[in-house]
């Protein structure tokens, strides 16, 4: 009995040794705390809106425990900025235990007060703590910007946005039957999830060729990966009533259809103008349809489409395709699996739609090998005339369905950048590209960057080959 008291008392006098060791706080020259980044960075943030979280890791890598004495939030109270320190919100966090080989959660997240100030202005701050006689510190930085939100409504008359600050469309904005709403050049229309612009009426979204004066449509999470996140908002979408629409120098990207005609069931009369012309337009990483129309007119010239679940459907109608660039590529959000240009003389319903297009100058290409990025709906092909000039197109073998002269078949663009990994895509040719010089001369000057057309041997595409 003696024996085992005395080992047991030896156990014991050990296990306290060993957790009196281990509790011991590191001291002295050496001891020293990193952070997994020494900032957090929030880009452009809509006032009264609160943001994704972020946060960084405090480590301890040294072999005894950390005492950090203190941890606070520059501003206080006060600060836009709000933590959370391993589950605990707060601004001033006292004698935080970390452990060696351990580390600790700071959470960040922002949320800025409303003004009157239209640019964009910086909110900083900073969250420092102490330990062992030292301080770390990791800046805190937003980018903040004064937004005009709009709730769901119907706009009954004539109305402008303008491009003195960002538009946030909070739901589905409808423009009525007896309205146009007027974009001006510059103007960035954000959205919520699933929020549209619906078009009874008139849209005249007139951007321009140089820097800062394209119109921009898309999702209102700027953070990453959100913001190159397909199926982010619901896009446009023109109804029965609505005629007599422009979209020029445009940019619209992450929605789930990026723009939709759909609505229409009566005949389409010979002499119709378009109901939607496309002009230098750049429509793409829409998770179902970049453009999608039904028993429409429209004309679409020097645009681009591209990296969507289908580039261009066409279900019955009339349409004119000028100087455009279909291509559709596989990345982490899109992945393709389906044609960039569908054909049918049906609607959705299998409504009775005949399809007339005329197509002039294009590129529609794709990256899957097996894939022909032209189609034709077998069940409908005997009410689809298309014709096909001067266009690089990509399939297995020349369609039975539709005409085709001096087209070029299966031939690699040469697009300048293909970067999937990256998402960075830079869709001009290059000089050894098969659509350079191959294009028929027609009454169209410039290109989708404004960017003189050579008025003999032009390029096929939305983009001009400059040497």
Same mark, same amino acid.
């Given at each position: 009995?003696?024996?085992?008291?005395?080992?047991?008392?030896?156990?014991?006098?050990?296990?306290?040794?060993?957790?009196?060791?281990?509790?011991?706080?590191?001291?002295?020259?050496?001891?020293?705390?990193?952070t997994s980044q020494d900032s957090i960075k929030f880009d452009t943030v809509f006032t009264a809106t609160v943001q994704i979280t972020q946060s960084f890791?405090?480590?301890?890598?040294?072999?005894?425990?950390?005492?950090?004495?203190?941890?606070?939030?520059?501003?206080?109270?006060?600060?836009?900025?709000?933590?959370?320190?391993?589950?605990?919100?707060?601004?001033?966090?006292?004698?935080? @235990?970390?452990?060696?080989?351990?580390?600790?959660?700071?959470?960040?997240?922002? %949320?800025?007060?409303?003004?009157?100030?239209?640019?964009?202005?910086?909110?900083?701050?900073?969250?420092?703590?102490?330990?062992?006689?030292?301080?770390?510190?990791v800046l805190l930085s937003a980018v903040g910007q004064n937004a005009f939100f709009l709730q769901t409504q119907t706009l009954q008359k004539d109305t402008?946005?303008?491009?003195?600050?960002?538009?946030?469309?909070?739901?589905?904005?409808?423009?009525?039957?007896?309205?146009?709403?007027?974009?001006?050049?510059?103007?960035?229309?954000?959205?919520?999830?699933?929020?549209?612009?619906?078009?009874?009426?008139?849209?005249?979204?007139?951007?321009?060729?140089?820097?800062?004066?394209?119109?921009?449509?898309?999702?209102?999470?700027?953070?990453?990966?959100?913001?190159?996140?397909?199926?982010?908002?619901?896009?446009?979408?023109?109804?029965?009533?609505?005629?007599?629409?422009?979209?020029?120098?445009?940019?619209?990207?992450n929605a789930i259809n990026g723009i939709t005609d759909t609505s229409r069931t009566d005949p389409i009369s010979e002499n119709e103008p378009p109901n939607?012309?496309?002009?230098?337009?750049?429509?793409?990483?829409?998770?179902?349809?970049?453009?999608?129309?039904?028993?429409?007119?429209?004309?679409?010239?020097?645009?681009?489409?591209?990296?969507?679940?289908?580039?261009?459907? @066409?279900?019955?109608?009339?349409?004119?395709?000028?100087?455009?660039?279909?291509?559709?590529?596989?990345?982490?959000?899109?992945?393709?699996?389906?044609?960039?240009?569908?054909?049918?003389?049906?609607?959705?319903?299998?409504?009775?739609?005949?399809?007339?297009?005329?197509?002039?100058?294009?590129?529609?290409?794709?990256?899957?090998?097996?894939?022909?990025?032209?189609?034709?709906?077998?069940?409908?092909?005997?009410?689809?005339?298309?014709?096909?000039?001067?266009?690089?197109?990509?399939?297995?073998?020349?369609?039975?369905?539709?005409?085709?002269?001096?087209?070029?078949?299966?031939?690699?663009?040469?697009?300048?950048?293909?970067?999937?990994?990256?998402?960075?895509?830079?869709?001009?040719?290059?000089?050894?590209?098969?659509?350079?010089?191959?294009? %028929?001369?027609?009454?169209?000057?410039?290109?989708?960057?404004?960017?003189? %057309?050579?008025?003999?041997?032009?390029?096929?595409?939305?983009?001009?080959?400059?040497?």
């Open positions: 009995m003696i024996r085992k008291l005395f080992i047991y008392g030896c156990c014991m006098g050990m296990f306290i040794n060993f957790a009196c060791k281990k509790e011991q706080i590191a001291t002295g020259a050496g001891v020293y705390l990193f890791k405090i480590f301890n890598n040294n072999t005894q425990p950390v005492q950090i004495s203190r941890l606070t939030l520059g501003g206080g109270d006060q600060s836009a900025f709000k933590i959370n320190v391993n589950g605990t919100p707060g601004t001033s966090f006292n004698d935080i @235990l970390l452990q060696d080989k351990d580390s600790i959660y700071v959470f960040v997240t922002v %949320r800025l007060p409303a003004s009157a100030q239209n640019s964009p202005f910086n909110a900083l701050d900073s969250i420092e703590f102490q330990y062992n006689g030292q301080t770390g510190k402008t946005w303008t491009s003195a600050r960002p538009i946030v469309l909070m739901g589905d904005v409808h423009v009525g039957s007896q309205a146009t709403l007027h974009i001006e050049k510059g103007t960035r229309i954000y959205s919520q999830l699933n929020a549209r612009l619906w078009v009874d009426g008139r849209l005249l979204a007139l951007g321009g060729y140089n820097k800062g004066e394209q119109i921009l449509f898309t999702n209102n999470r700027l953070d990453r990966p959100y913001s190159d996140l397909p199926g982010s908002w619901g896009g446009i979408v023109f109804g029965q009533q609505s005629q007599g629409n422009k979209l020029q120098c445009v940019t619209l990207r939607i012309m496309l002009e230098a337009c750049q429509i793409g990483n829409a998770s179902k349809q970049a453009v999608l129309l039904q028993n429409s007119t429209a004309r679409i010239i020097n645009c681009l489409l591209y990296n969507s679940g289908i580039a261009l459907r @066409l279900m019955g109608g009339r349409y004119d395709l000028i100087y455009s660039t279909i291509a559709s590529y596989s990345n982490d959000h899109v992945y393709h699996t389906d044609p960039g240009l569908y054909l049918a003389g049906q609607g959705s319903n299998g409504e009775q739609y005949p399809l007339q297009l005329t197509a002039v100058n294009n590129i529609i290409y794709g990256d899957n090998t097996s894939l022909d990025e032209l189609y034709f709906d077998e069940m409908s092909s005997g009410k689809i005339k298309a014709d096909f000039q001067n266009c690089l197109l990509k399939a297995v073998s020349q369609p039975a369905v539709g005409t085709y002269k001096d087209c070029i078949w299966n031939e690699d663009p040469g697009f300048a950048v293909i970067d999937n990994q990256r998402f960075v895509y830079d869709f001009r040719v290059l000089g050894n590209s098969a659509a350079v010089h191959q294009g %028929r001369p027609i009454n169209i000057q410039f290109d989708l960057n404004h960017e003189l %057309r050579s008025g003999s041997t032009p390029t096929i595409g939305c983009l001009e080959f400059k040497d």
